[in-house]
């Protein structure tokens, strides 16, 4: 069973930047890729980015297009999100799934495992 945990959350000034990190383990096969999602209160959970394993390609909603960047780190099994310039509405609990197989990267329902979350708050 793979597991999936998010760290580097927190409080933090509008304008200011945090790192998230997202370690994987228990993987028994290359999977296709990783993502990173968000959900605010009362709002539903939105794609935020994905990076496909293998090849690097990243994608980004457009809200955050130009301020986070996703990467990872294959020989550690750990995807980061680099957050900057943040915003108080991107305040949300960040979570990190795991797409087994190769297709669409922004539907939530398509990723196999999921983390438990992360907390985070942007002040203004």
């Known amino acids: 069973q793979v597991q999936l945990v998010e760290s580097g959350g927190g409080l933090v000034q509008a304008g200011g930047s945090l790192r998230l990190s997202c370690a994987a383990s228990?993987?028994?096969?290359?999977?296709?890729?990783m993502g990173w999602f968000r959900q605010a209160p009362g709002k539903e959970r939105e794609f935020v980015a994905a990076?496909?394993?293998?090849?690097?390609?990243?994608y980004y909603a457009d809200s955050v297009k130009g301020r986070f960047t996703i990467s990872r780190d294959n020989a550690k099994n750990t995807v980061y999100l680099q957050m900057n310039c943040l915003k108080p509405e991107d305040t949300a609990v960040y979570f990190c799934?795991?797409?087994?197989?190769?297709?669409?990267?922004?539907?939530?329902?398509?990723?196999?495992?999921w983390g438990q979350g992360t907390q985070v708050t942007v002040s203004s």
């Open positions: 799934a795991e797409r087994v197989y190769r297709g669409s990267y922004y539907q939530s329902n398509d990723y196999n495992y």
């Open positions: 990076i496909t394993l293998s090849e690097g390609s990243t």
């Open positions: 228990g993987r028994r096969f290359s999977s296709y890729a």
